[in-house]
């Protein structure tokens, strides 16, 4: 057990520290990796970027339904030893154990204050296969703002924690606009196109985002790490928001390395982030070329972050998927030193453990032997195709292969 003398310092508290230098401090974000091999070179990689970028604190991230629960925790407490400081992230629902739908949610806490960790990403976490959003079960937590409350209620301060927050509303807030001509000019600021359709977080859902958000840091939030996006003006706007509804806390940008096109496509799409219409454009006339894909996802991060930098942030938060070249060619672009040279010899092998739920296109195991996913319906049965044939299956009757 790691005594109080030797745990993290609150994220929150390094901070306050950072706001009189004249760059913002670097932090970055890992995921567990699908396997052995992978998680040894993340123990490696975890090594070099301490030694050559000196993050100011390095998130891990916890797989829906718990199903990296053990490994992001073990990873958490190895960033530790490697002169990191963890936060780590957990998500609330679905977290049953023995019973006791916050048994597993508690002894998550417990492990981290053990093992000296000191910070925590307090979220939801995605609904279960065929569902849109979540239902709490009887007694559990059924959102963040929940997991905020039972963290400061049941451990007072031990933890500082952080929240997400979304510049351009949450996936689930964000609908399909029929008509765009009628959307309102901060509607159309925040919009995406995909397909040819139109999304938007629109004002009124917008609304009940912001006055979500407020309530989370009421409840005992420390600071903010937005969710990924490539328009700076719609940081810029989702600041100036947190500050009129009274928000004051950090709100760090989180910064998503652009690293292959088609990761880049998938993830857009699945959040309906605004891509602004050049960026598209550079991104399709290079998609068959990885390394000029790679070496424009540094000119584009390094000009992100020189707006980011003019708007006043703290810290920039970089989404590595795993990975250290972008994040290296960024920070020298910016003029930081990056005392070492990007190795990812080893890139094969981060592939993310993923989410405990099944989802169109996962492989998965049921007593007629392996399929893929054709179709999760909402009472969460599957279309599975196995050896050319589709056969559905009732929830419970399949289960992930990672």
């Known amino acids: 057990m790691t005594t109080t003398a030797n745990a993290d310092t609150k994220i929150i508290d390094l901070l306050k520290q950072n706001k009189d230098e004249s760059k913002p401090k670097i932090s970055i974000e890992f995921f567990p990796p699908r396997t052995e091999v992978g998680v040894k070179n993340l123990h490696a990689r975890m090594d070099r970027m301490k030694n050559a970028i000196d993050p100011l604190f390095t998130d891990m991230t916890w797989g829906a339904g718990g199903s990296t629960a053990e490994l992001t925790l073990d990873l958490s407490a190895h960033s530790r030893k490697a002169g990191h400081v963890s936060n780590m992230h957990l998500t609330c629902t679905n977290m049953e154990k023995d019973g006791d739908p916050k048994k597993a949610v508690h002894d998550a806490l417990q492990t981290a204050q053990d093992n000296g960790i000191r910070n925590i990403v307090a979220l939801r976490g995605d609904p279960p296969a065929g569902q849109d959003e979540w239902k709490a079960a009887e007694g559990g937590f059924a959102c963040a703002l929940d997991l905020v409350k039972y963290i400061r209620e049941n451990f007072g301060e031990t933890f500082g924690i952080s929240v997400a927050g979304y510049p351009e509303g949450h996936p689930n807030a964000i609908s399909e606009i029929e008509d765009p001509s009628t959307m309102s000019e901060a509607e159309k600021a925040r919009s995406s196109t995909f397909d040819g359709k139109v999304y938007t977080c629109k004002d009124e859902d917008y609304k009940k985002e912001m006055d979500y958000l407020k309530e989370k840091i009421d409840a005992g939030s420390d600071f903010i790490i937005t969710q990924m996006f490539f328009d700076t003006a719609v940081f810029g706007a989702f600041v100036k928001d947190c500050r009129k509804w009274g928000i004051n806390c950090p709100v760090v940008p989180g910064i998503m390395c652009i ?12 959040c309906k982030t605004r891509v602004p219409a ?29 707006e980011l930098i003019e708007i006043g942030v703290d810290d920039l938060h970089f989404y590595t998927l795993n990975l250290e070249k972008v994040v290296y060619g960024i920070l020298e672009g910016l003029g930081y030193e990056v005392k070492a040279t990007a190795n ?13 739920w099944a989802r169109a296109g996962d492989n998965v195991k049921c007593e007629h032997g392996n399929g893929v996913v054709k179709t999760i319906h909402e009472d969460g049965s599957a279309t599975i195709t196995i050896d050319g044939e589709d056969k559905t299956l009732a929830k419970g009757k399949f289960e992930k292969v990672f």
């Not at 690293?259 to 799409?269: H, L, P």
């Not at 894909?293 to 991060?301: M, P, S």
């Not at 990812?344 to 405990?356: L, T």
Request: overall charge negative.
């Open 259 to 270: 690293n292959a096109y088609g990761g880049f496509c998938k993830m857009t799409k699945f």
């Open 344 to 356: 990812e010899a080893d890139a094969a092998s981060m592939v993310a453990k993923g989410s405990a």
């Open 278 to 306: 050049e960026l598209q454009s550079k991104m399709d006339s290079m998609k068959d070329d990885t390394d000029a894909l790679k070496a424009f996802g540094v000119a584009y991060g390094v000009q992100m972050c020189q």
